[in-house]
């Protein structure tokens, strides 16, 4: 039965990348900016997922380390992000990416 | 159960995911975006990382989503933005297309050589890390199978105060003073009236109706500079024919 199933790493990791895909995708797709930073947010927590799964398989804590720098490195960037993201629609209230292709103004 | 446990924050990221992309309102796409970040949480937990799944609900969810939906509230951009209609026309499928098939190549690699992929086979990984064999740093490996939370924080603790990890740790406060310095001046007020924005934007290939008025009546304006004018036409004709393509 499905309940008595030993989840592998493999597992995890198929998962792993499906959240990225899906990120990857609406990174793509969508033009809200806000949006987009959700979505690389996404990508950011299928990288986590897949370290902190590589280092059960290996035994090793080196994989949840390195999450808690890229937890931070993330939180840093969101930070910048939105403030840049404030700045621009403050100038031009508009929520697209597509209207600021101009680094100007 | 570690089994039923995991397909259902799979089931839980997996949506949360979907509504991150799909949903229309921003405001909804971030509360998605909670259900995405503890369903991984739980995958955590379920990995033994302890003290990560408990960071990541208080610096993700507590901190980096209510710092989301704050700005959502302060911009006010909290409209629906129309999926439909497609800036460039054809990116969209062409996006998808190609994440597909990116997904499905990484999917066939991983099938073709499942055995490398994690470079050990897992039974020689369970044993040769366990005792202290191959692992990266041998130092902080738990002995015993079974992890207990406490002894999860103290090995993080102890690890990332370390010569190993005790640079990066600090290059991270470093960066986060960046940060902090960088969201306040970035966001900073400028003294004085601002200058006007230029009206000689860059053609964008979905103008709205009041937008193509604006470029009617800068066009009337500059009739001194004749070909400037005409390469003006030619854009609006092109934008236009681009509005007709996309209804």
Do not use: W
Request: negative net charge; aromatic residues 6%; charged residues 20%.
């Amino acid at each position: 039965m499905i309940l008595g199933l030993s989840i592998g790493t493999e597992y995890y990791l198929a998962l792993s990348a499906l959240l990225f895909t899906i990120g990857a995708g609406g990174l793509l797709v969508r033009r809200n900016p806000l949006v987009m930073f959700m979505c690389i947010e996404l990508m950011l927590n299928a990288a986590n997922l897949a370290f902190i799964s590589f280092g059960k398989e290996m035994g090793d804590l080196g994989g949840q380390l390195s999450v808690l720098f890229v937890l931070v490195v993330a939180a840093a960037e969101v930070v910048i992000g939105l403030a840049i993201v404030v700045a621009v629609m403050r100038r031009r209230p508009k929520a697209s990416v597509d209207e600021v292709s101009v680094l100007r103004g | 159960m570690e089994a039923f446990t995991f397909f259902l924050a799979a089931i839980i990221s997996l949506a949360g995911a979907c509504g991150v992309v799909f949903l229309k309102n921003p405001v909804h796409a971030a509360l998605s975006l909670v259900a995405t970040l503890f369903g991984v949480a739980i995958h955590f937990i379920n990995l033994e990382a302890y003290f990560v799944a408990a960071v990541q609900v208080i610096v993700y969810a507590g901190a980096i989503v209510i710092l989301f939906l704050f700005v959502i509230m302060l911009l006010g951009v909290d409209r629906a933005e129309s999926i439909k209609t497609d800036p460039i026309i054809g990116q969209r499928q062409i996006a998808i297309l190609a994440v597909g098939g990116i997904l499905a190549l990484g999917a066939l690699i991983g099938v073709a050589f499942s055995g490398d992929v994690t470079g050990v086979p897992p039974e020689n990984a369970q044993k040769s890390t366990y005792e202290g064999g191959t692992a990266i740093n041998s130092d902080h490996v738990h002995s015993d199978d079974d992890v207990r939370p406490d002894q999860n924080i103290k090995d993080i603790g102890r690890a990332l105060f370390s010569t190993r990890y005790v640079f990066a740790l600090e290059i991270t406060a470093l960066l986060l003073t960046i940060g902090v310095v960088g969201a306040v001046v970035l966001t900073r007020r400028p003294k004085g009236e601002l200058d006007p924005l230029p009206d000689d934007d860059p053609p964008s290939i979905y103008r709205d109706n009041e937008n193509s008025s604006d470029l009617e009546s800068t066009l009337s304006r500059d009739t001194d500079a004749l070909d400037d004018a005409k390469a003006d036409e030619s854009e609006k004709d092109a934008s236009e024919e681009t509005e007709v393509g996309r209804e």
